[in-house]
């Protein structure tokens, strides 16, 4: 972060004094002298207890929902909502930087797509992104408390979990162009329906400049619907559908996936990417589309999308004692759980076996999530499925009623007896579940009783 008077990064939340204010934390073993120190309440840990401790050891100001003994009225900003005052702070810091910034949303293919934004980005100069999940009201001001004056581009993912909470993020990031990758079911439990998602989804359009360009899904059923306010350029991507830029014969493999992109505007270019499965072939297209309409070189964008890398444990492809494992434990719904699938169908090996947990946060939809992807499992060839967790049980059913050898396990400790007795040298094995499920944690203890190349 660069320094910034604490009257302009306070403004609308305080009157400040004009003095350097170096960082904004939230956890208090960063804080450092000139800082403003912002207090969270939460279920486990209050940061209000640390906030006398934070004016100490040199906090300027403390971030707080009520006045705080040992911290002077003077440096106490005292406000309702603490998020809220970070994306605040956030908005103020923004306007003194004047970066190309694309702005990511979608219910799936949010962080595939910033990495690919990044790795398009990046061969063209100085690039900032969202760094791992940090796509909410606080995650998204901390991305870009780290804009400096040399920073040319950015990219910044944006989630929701409500109504009204993209508008406020893109309003704070003020992108150049913004993408949806999709509209799908995750977060039905608050939604409700997916033309409710559809309209959240849509809020981006609220921070856009006019004539900004919004790229979209054309494959999807239901971008094609959305209402755009006639004052943005949209730009559409696909695959099946006819759209602006469109990949056509499309090899994929383990090792990676070829196309060939066609740009109305631009021409074709031959493209390889390093990940497997057709979500992604979107994933990097919507990154192509959103980095030519800002004015960069088509054909240097095309390229840099094999520079892309993965992130976490997001359909990273690993080999483990003979055996080929797609690890996809960060996050799963049915739209993501059909396109692991898909990848898991696409590789060469003669046996494929699948470890699939609940998917959380579907609401009223997930029992028919569960069955669905079942029904998915079997038309992948799975030979194998290992259902993980009470929702998963309806997954097993679909499955079992589809051919397919199922086992539904209900404890860790039951999963990894059943990867040992069934998952063989040569097979191919795909792991996927809300995080929450924790498999990567499942996955560590399988490989420490495989054998060691």
Known sequence: MQ?????????????????????????????????VFVCFPGERVDGHTFAAGAYRDGAAYIIANHPVEGVPAER????????????????NYRMLFTPRIIGVTGSVG??????????????????????????????????????????????????????????????????????ITMIGVSHLENLGTRENILKAKMEICAGLPDGAPLVLNADNDLLPTAQIPSRLHPVWFGIDRDADVRARDVQTGAEGTTFTLEDREYGSFSVSIPTAGLHTVYDALSAYAAATRLGL?????????????????????????????????????????KAALSVLKALPNPRKIALLGDMLELGDASEDGHRQTGVWAAEAGVAVLIAYGPHSAATAQAAKAQGVTTVHCQKPEEVLQCLRQFVQPGDALLAKASHAMKLEELLQDYYAGLPQA
């Open 3 to 35: 320094p910034i008077p604490a009257n302009q990064l306070l403004a609308g939340l305080t009157l400040a004094e004009p003095i350097p204010i170096h960082a904004v934390v939230t956890d208090s073993r960063k804080v450092e002298p000139g800082c």
């Open 76 to 91: 106490t900003v005292v406000v309702p909502d603490s998020a809220l005052a970070m994306v605040r702070m956030a908005s």
């Open 110 to 179: 949010k962080t595939t797509t910033k990495e690919f934004c990044y790795a398009v980005l990046s061969a063209f100069g100085n690039t900032l992104k969202t760094e791992g999940n940090q796509n909410n009201d606080i995650g998204v001001p901390n991305t870009l408390f780290r804009l400096e004056d040399a920073t040319q581009y950015a990219v910044v993912e944006m989630g929701m979990d409500h109504a009204g909470e993209i508008e406020r993020l893109t309003r704070c990031v003020r992108p150049s162009a913004g993408i």
């Open 297 to 337: 070189d088509p054909a240097a964008c095309a390229a840099a999308l094999a520079n892309y890398q993965t992130t976490g444990m997001r359909q990273h492809i690993v080999e483990k004692g003979g055996v080929t494992v797609i690890e996809d434990c960060y996050n799963a719904s049915p739209d993501s759980m």
